[in-house]
């Protein structure tokens, strides 16, 4: 291994601050790029990355389409979502501040709601440059928001490169009348094609799940699907579509590693990130899925105290931040 993060940082004054505009297949992408990373957004596809490839060592660490119709065919398995709200909600119906919601039934496992209404609408480019994207929700998913969550909220997403960083920061401001809930996710979903990674997450309990891949408000006394995670584990040994909460001592990076590489990535949440859910559907699958959720799946419909589901809300004239930070640390 001849390349270091420092002779990288070298060379980071040296690319010209530009709106590069790209395509995966016939899908338009922004370029973001410093000398760590190079990143690639689709604001039309939900505002997501799509494509983040580590350059010292040129790998690609999320799974990619090729075109839009692969992405339409797994629209939650391709780079990092945006899910407002994340998860299943059971039959897309819930109580919460003496207010029902009846959300769609878009949910192919069951007669539920899966994922929320931003993951494929439209967002508009309000500033670009080498290293720095600024969204905004658009219009239709503006819309979507307010008539589902009975109030008007304003979504908005930053990605900055910073060294080798990269920062994604997500901000939600309800300017209607009333308290709505609210939670967010980012979808995360690791190429496993070029590398086989390690996968170390942190110390915390695995939801007991119902039939319909839901928690039913328990935890299993042992880790299930998701043993050996914590000190651990190679990512293709996986197979899982699980949810997992974090204890509450913890940090909330999980780390990804590859074999005989001086490299290590740190996928960071801020701490209102206490819910992972873990999907990998087969031992033959490509990816896996590691995400990072404030409120677990049907967390509004659980019996359990809302500082176990992580169920929250957004409260008239309230703005929240949620950062989400990828990190490339050698050894």
């Excluded at 505009?21 to 799509?50: F, K, M, R």
């Excluded at 979903?189 to 839901?214: C, K, S």
Aim: proline share 7%; glycine share 8%; with cysteine.
């Amino acid at each position: 291994m001849t390349t270091s993060l420092r002779h990288v940082a070298e060379l980071e004054g040296h690319l010209a601050v530009e709106k590069v505009t790209h395509h995966i297949g016939d899908i338009d992408v922004i370029s973001l790029e410093n000398p760590y990373w190079a990143c690639l957004i689709a604001p039309a596809l939900g505002g997501q990355i799509l494509s983040l490839r580590f350059k010292p060592l040129n790998w690609e660490l999320l799974r990619v389409p090729s075109h839009q119709k692969a992405w339409e065919d797994e629209p939650f398995l391709f780079g990092i979502p945006i899910l407002i709200p994340p998860g299943r909600i059971a039959e897309g119906q819930f109580t919460w501040n003496g207010t029902h919601y009846h959300w769609p039934q878009n949910d192919t496992a069951g007669p539920n709601h899966l994922h929320g209404f931003v993951w494929n609408r439209p967002w508009r480019v309000v500033d670009v440059s080498a290293t720095h994207l600024w969204l905004t929700l658009g219009a239709q998913g503006t819309a979507d928001l307010a008539w589902y969550m009975g109030s008007r909220l304003n979504v908005g997403v930053e990605y900055a490169l910073r060294g080798p960083e990269l920062l994604i920061r997500v901000t939600a401001k309800n300017t209607g009348s009333m308290s709505v809930p609210f939670g967010i996710g980012f979808h995360t979903t690791w190429n496993l094609q070029e590398q086989d990674w390690e996968v170390l997450i942190p110390r915390g309990r695995e939801w007991a799940m119902t039939t319909a891949l839901m928690p039913n408000g328990t935890f299993l006394p042992h880790l299930s699907s998701l043993r050996g995670l914590p000190v651990g584990r190679l990512a293709t040994s996986v197979v899982a579509d699980a949810c997992y909460r974090l204890d509450d001592d913890v940090d909330t990076a999980v780390f990804m590693r590859g074999a005989e590489s001086a490299f290590e990535f740190i996928w960071q949440p801020d701490a209102q990130f206490r819910q992972l859910t873990i999907f990998r559907p087969s031992l033959n699958s490509p990816f896996i899925c590691v995400e990072p959720c404030t409120w677990t799946h049907n967390a509004p419909n659980l019996s359990v105290d809302q500082a176990i589901s992580g169920m929250s809300g957004l409260d008239s004239g309230e703005e929240k931040v949620f950062e989400y930070r990828i990190l490339a640390n050698a050894q």
